[in-house]
């Protein structure tokens, strides 16, 4: 059929190159409407539609303006004159044929994503102007030491990780890396690797809003002053995510004891920053926080080891408090959670929106399951001015807690720091405990401990022999409550799933 000839009571809505859909009207003659008849600026905001959402899968977003461009000649017009507004880039991975690939399209911008070293992947190396997006995984120690030594002046995204498993022997870039600078750097990712010169390479890229160092080896420590220093001249970060190798705890000496000195009088300000993530020893994350502030901050990911090695319950965390203080968007949670046991235990703060993934989020590895408790109420002591809010408050005991001889009082101590909690749900393997606690008050001091209590969620009503601790009934708590015109409604979920 022509592009003239006529069609019978019909509308032809076009679906794709391959397919279309008609829609039955009254019998007239109407003339056929073709792709040619709609304008390159309709045709191009289509086009970049259907390219939108692939911005993380170059291989993908590759394949469809590929497509696009292979339907007509016009197609193919309109796809190569706007590059820079549909984001082209070629994809290149271990089996692209590289060279041949290059010398068919124009000179796009080339995005190589791999997971081993081979000859199609130094062919695209070859082409440093062009090379955009770097992500080499699994890279034998052998071939990283030799990677990238000159400067690539168009990379804006650089991702390396070794398949290196020994923290004691890691693999070293060379002072060469990149020519030592990156002056479009946006997003850096190293994981198992140390680049001693991380600072200089830092120092030019003005540009970094990404920086993730993961795993940093034992033979790649950089010291808090030098990684502080880095992080302060980044004004456009928006993510900084630092974790060190499990035996971070062997830097501890190594940390200047200048870093245990007063903080600045004034603080470097990250304007954009809305996630910060850290996984080490607590002195090296104290001077870091120490110097900056986040006023955007909106979700922040704890983990210290400090206690892994320890038998003394005492984490020194003020500088890290202050730091969240001074950011108020981390201010709104109505959500509580608490895990102990399995070597570690963790708080979590979630906002009112269930769907939302920020919060505040902290885990300390202890492996004395006596001392978590404890450790439990001075993170929550520390964090005070984020439990104000927190309506419902969950608490979970995983296989190795130990909660048989824990002092009454802790408990108590704990709960004085949620005075808003309405909701208190208890696991089956600390509610022994918690109920003990609980059934000690009486009169007065059953309304000073979490007075706006409403609901009590038990797993059991009556829990089995062994499960921990002899269990006590929950009634002469409910019941000085009720007396006191503050009553507490106890909800058992193992009857409760019965009647789903």
């Not at 039955?24 to 289509?46: C, F, G, N």
């Not at 600078?181 to 946006?186: F, V």
């Not at 080490?280 to 892994?308: H, M």
């Not at 979970?396 to 909701?423: M, N, P, Y």
Request: glycine share 4%; proline share 7%; charged share 20%.
């Amino acid at each position: 059929m022509g592009p003239h000839m006529y069609i019978k009571s019909s509308v032809i809505i076009s679906k794709g190159p391959d397919s279309v859909s008609t829609v039955q009207k009254r019998d007239h003659i109407s003339p056929r409407v073709t792709m040619d008849a709609i304008p390159d600026d309709i045709l191009l905001d289509i086009f970049d539609l259907c390219l939108q959402g692939l911005e993380d899968y170059p291989d993908s977003r590759a394949k469809n303006w590929n497509r696009l461009a292979h339907v007509c000649q016009g197609w193919r017009y309109i796809v190569f004159a706007s590059p820079h507004r549909l984001n082209l880039c070629l994809s290149c991975t271990e089996h692209t044929p590289v060279r041949e690939t290059l010398d068919v399209w124009p000179p796009l911008p080339i995005e190589i994503l791999s997971y081993r070293l081979d000859n199609n992947i130094f062919a695209a190396l070859e082409h440093r102007d062009r090379v955009r997006k770097v992500s080499l995984l699994r890279i034998p120690r052998k071939h990283i030491v030799a990677l990238m030594p000159e400067p690539f002046p168009a990379l804006e995204r650089l991702s390396l990780a070794t398949d290196s498993v020994n923290d004691n022997n890691p693999p070293v870039l060379p002072s060469t890396f990149l020519g030592g600078s990156a002056p479009r750097l946006k997003t850096l990712f190293l994981r198992c690797i140390s680049l001693p010169t991380l600072p200089q390479l830092l120092s030019s890229s003005n540009d970094l809003v990404d920086l993730s160092l993961q795993r940093i080896p034992h033979g790649g420590f950089i010291s808090p002053e030098a990684m502080a220093t880095c992080i302060c001249a980044l004004n456009r970060l928006t993510n900084l995510r630092i974790s060190f190798s499990l035996d971070c705890l062997a830097f501890r000496p190594r940390i200047d004891r200048r870093t245990e000195g007063p903080s600045p009088l004034t603080r470097t300000v990250l304007p954009s920053l809305t996630n910060f993530e850290f996984h080490g020893d607590s002195r090296y994350l104290e001077y870091i926080v120490a110097q900056i502030d986040a006023p955007v901050l909106k979700n922040v990911d704890i983990s210290l080891f400090d206690l892994a090695l320890s038998n003394l319950p005492i984490l020194d965390i003020q500088n890290l408090a202050q730091f969240i203080d001074h950011s108020p968007t981390l201010m709104s949670y109505n959500r509580a959670e608490m895990v102990l046991g399995f070597g570690q235990l963790e708080l979590r703060l979630l906002p009112t929106m269930k769907t939302s993934r920020d919060g505040f989020f902290s885990t300390i590895r202890c492996n004395d399951a006596s001392l978590q408790l404890p450790c439990m109420a001075q993170i929550c002591a520390h964090f005070s001015f984020l439990l104000s809010g927190v309506k419902k408050l969950d608490i979970e005991g995983r296989r190795t807690c130990v909660q048989a001889d824990i002092d009454d009082a802790k408990w108590l101590e704990l709960f004085h720091l949620f005075s808003s909690v309405q909701t208190l749900q208890i696991s089956r393997r600390m509610q022994p405990c918690i109920v003990s606690a609980l059934e000690g008050l009486s009169g007065e001091s059953a309304t000073r401990v979490l007075p706006a209590l409403g609901d009590l969620y038990l797993q059991e009503k009556y829990l089995p022999p062994g499960s921990g601790s002899e269990q006590k009934d929950i009634g002469r708590f409910i019941a000085a409550r009720q007396c006191l015109n503050r009553p507490v409604t106890v909800h058992y979920l193992e009857e409760l799933s019965r009647y789903k």
